[in-house]
C-alpha cells in the first residue's frame, strides 16, 4: 500500500509541470481575454529560434481568416514574458486589411516565450506561442 | 523623422497591397542611462495608423518592446485610386506622416 501510494504521488508530481506547461499561457493574454477562453490555432507566430541580438528580432504573425465583413480579425496583441513592458505592441485591423498578416522587428529582454494573441469579430480569442533563445539581450538597463 | 514607404505604385482592384514602412527613430526605451548615470527619457513611436483614402485601415499602438527604427509590413485591399496617408506620434509628441498615391486599375 505503502509504495503504491508513494508511486501515485510520485506520477502526481511528474504530472503536475506538464498540466503547467499546457496552461502556461502568458498571463497578460489570459487578462486580455478576460475569461474568454484562448484557444491555440489560426494564430502562426514566426519567430527564429535563435537570436544573437535581441535588440532587433524579426517577428512574423499570420491569422487564418478570409477577412471579410462578417468574419475578420479584429485585433492582434504581441506579448513578451521577460520584457518590462510585457505588452509589446497591438494592431487594430478590419476587413479592409484583405490579408491578416503582419512582419515587424521587436526588442527582447533575454530568452523567453513570446505570444501572439488574435481577437476575432465574432469575439473568439486565439493564439500562439514561439521560444525564442536570446544570446544577446536587449540593453533595457545600464548593462 | 525620416520615413521609407513601399507601396505598389499601381495595382488592380480587389488586389491585396502589401505595405511596406521603415521609420528613422531610436524608440528609446526608457531604462538605459547616459554617461553620467541619467536615465535617458523613453521616446518611442506610440500611435502609427494608415488611412486609405480617408479610411483608417490599419492602427498600431507600439511600445519600447519594438526595434529600433521600426520596421512594420502589413496589408490593405485596394479600392479605388487614392491616397495612403501614414502617420505616426511619438513620446516627445513629434509627429510623422508620410503619403503616397495608389493608382488601381
Known sequence: MKRREFLAALAGSLALPAIAQETGLDPAAVKLANGAPLKKGKVTLTLPQLADNGNSVPIRIVVESPMTEADHVKSIHLFSERNPVSNMANFYLGPRAGKAEIDSRVRLAGSQKVTAVAVLSDGTYWYDAAPIVVTLSACLDES | ?105
Open chain 2, 1 to 105: 523623422m525620416a520615413a521609407r514607404i513601399q507601396v505598389p505604385a499601381s495595382t488592380k482592384r480587389g488586389e491585396v497591397v502589401e505595405i511596406r514602412l521603415l521609420i528613422q527613430h531610436p524608440m528609446e526605451t526608457g531604462y538605459r542611462r547616459d554617461d553620467v548615470g541619467h536615465l535617458i527619457k523613453r521616446n518611442v513611436i506610440t500611435l502609427l495608423s494608415c488611412r486609405y483614402d480617408g479610411v483608417e485601415v490599419f492602427r498600431a499602438d507600439l511600445s519600447s518592446g519594438i526595434a529600433a527604427n521600426p520596421y512594420l509590413q502589413f496589408y490593405t485591399v485596394a479600392g479605388k485610386s487614392g491616397e495612403l496617408e501614414l502617420y505616426w506620434i511619438d513620446d516627445e509628441g513629434k509627429q510623422g506622416s508620410e503619403r503616397q498615391a495608389i493608382k488601381v486599375t
